[in-house]
């Protein structure tokens, strides 16, 4: 059956758009691993442990962090947008990846700014501020001019950045605090988005499909179709997609922070759980391009379904068993899957049922949403470790986010028929 109402794809990947934009995709991809709401969750969850060793906190306060980074996305997203349609891509995200690395050096300071863990929440929460233009709603507004018949494989892999972030930041962050301190794994952050994302913005951005011959006669007449925000805002299809996500990204956000002091709770050292929750990362990135693939082809919430149902059974084996590296792996890789899988379906589906017309505010409230809807996530995880003093509830509650969140979207029904607004002009 047919349930996208439409044409399949064929199997095989038309590589046009690759080969005229695959520096766009570089540059994405880079982008979103060095992107304010990427680098402190994944690489805040390996300094946990020394900032609790080093500051006196309590694990608990700690964790809770990541929270006032999700509320500050809340309206840094939408700020996004706004900043990008007055000033231009360019330079707003030129002036975040200066005022990004900025951030994570003061941040290296917090004992001294009063040596309160407030300081630090306040801290996390304008982190996405400094960093505005390098949040997801530049890197794929950016791709979705570029990329029409391989959006879905486009996005995956661009949003694979966060995988990647899992995959290099946790063991290099850990290695730096080792050899150094605390301080030098807030130092190291800064780096990456000045000596790497930096230049490649400075160079890339910019580009233009037509100014490099990319469908020479197809694009400037391109019809601009899509539902209109007030319409699309106004729909159940519109809420059951964020509902859906912000219980599957809460469960991920506190899997993200929790594995390495759950890892280290099950007897492993810093190390170690650093280096099995690089598993996390690579399985992201395979889960990523697969379902990218796979949504340009078959019904996108049914692909959806089973991405995000697997990380149920990751969470239960990590609640049930023990001190074994390989099942750990094993555990953490399945929970990895629907990370990559979040993003890119969340991108996808708004695309696919409401139209690029206006893509940019829709996306930009549905990452609002979806922080918004996080914000609470690693304090009710923190909550639930005090009371109980181990991550069994945390596990158990997560299991079940997965498993509402992925069926909820097989009720969206056929991809729709869009109204056609005109002609649009190029990007």
């Not at 002036?95 to 306040?122: E, K, N």
């Not at 555990?331 to 409401?354: N, T």
């Not at 893509?359 to 609470?376: D, E, T």
Request: neutral net charge; proline residues 4%.
């Amino acid at each position: 059956m047919n349930v996208s109402g439409e044409d399949k794809n064929s199997v095989a990947i038309d590589l046009t758009e690759f080969r005229y934009g695959w520096q766009i995709i570089v540059l994405a991809m880079i982008g979103v691993l060095t992107s304010a709401a990427v680098m402190p969750l994944y690489g805040f969850g390996a300094m946990v442990v020394p900032l609790e060793e080093a500051l006196g906190w309590k694990r608990g306060d700690l964790l809770a962090t990541v929270t006032f980074s999700s509320f500050g996305a809340v309206f840094s997203s939408q700020l996004a947008g706004s900043l990008n349609r007055r000033f231009g891509i360019k330079p707003v995200t030129v002036a975040s990846l200066i005022g990004l690395p900025l951030a994570f050096a003061v941040m290296s300071q917090v004992d001294r700014l009063g040596g309160s863990i407030v300081v630090l929440y306040a801290l996390f929460f304008l982190v996405t501020f400094a960093g505005v233009g390098t949040l997801q709603v530049t890197w794929t507004h950016i791709v979705n001019l570029w990329f029409e018949k391989n959006r879905g494989l486009a996005l995956a892999m661009i949003l694979s950045g966060s995988g990647l972030a899992g995959l290099v930041l946790p063991p290099i962050i850990s290695t730096v605090v080792e050899i150094w301190n605390w301080r030098a794994g807030f130092l190291a952050m800064a780096l990456f988005p000045l000596l790497l994302t930096l230049p490649l913005t400075l160079a890339w951005i910019g580009r233009t499909p037509e100014t490099h011959g990319q469908h020479q006669g197809t694009r400037t007449n391109k019809r601009l179709v899509g539902v209109l925000f007030g319409d699309a805002v106004r729909t159940w299809r519109y809420w059951t997609i964020n509902t859906s996500m912000v219980m599957v990204a809460s469960a991920i956000i506190v899997m993200v922070v929790n594995t390495v002091p759950l890892l280290r709770d099950k007897g492993f050292s810093a190390i170690e759980a650093s280096q099995m929750f690089g598993s996390f990362g690579v399985s992201l990135v395979a889960g990523r391009v697969l379902v990218g693939y796979l949504v340009d082809r078959l019904w996108a919430p049914g692909v959806a379904f089973v991405a995000l149902f697997v990380p149920a059974v990751g969470c239960f084996m990590l609640a049930t068993l023990d001190h074994n590296p390989f099942l750990m792996i094993v555990a953490i890789s399945l929970v990895g899957i629907g990370a990559g899988a979040e993003f890119d379906i969340a991108a996808f589906l708004i695309a696919k049922y409401f139209g690029m017309r206006d893509y940019s505010r829709l996306f930009g409230l549905q990452m609002a949403v979806i922080s918004g809807g996080i914000c609470l996530a690693p304090t009710w995880a923190a909550v639930l470790y005090s009371q109980f003093t181990n991550y069994d509830a945390v596990l158990a509650v997560n299991t079940g986010l997965f498993l509402l969140g992925s069926a909820m979207l097989l009720f969206l029904g056929r991809y729709p028929l869009l109204p056609d607004a005109g002609y649009a002009p190029s990007p």
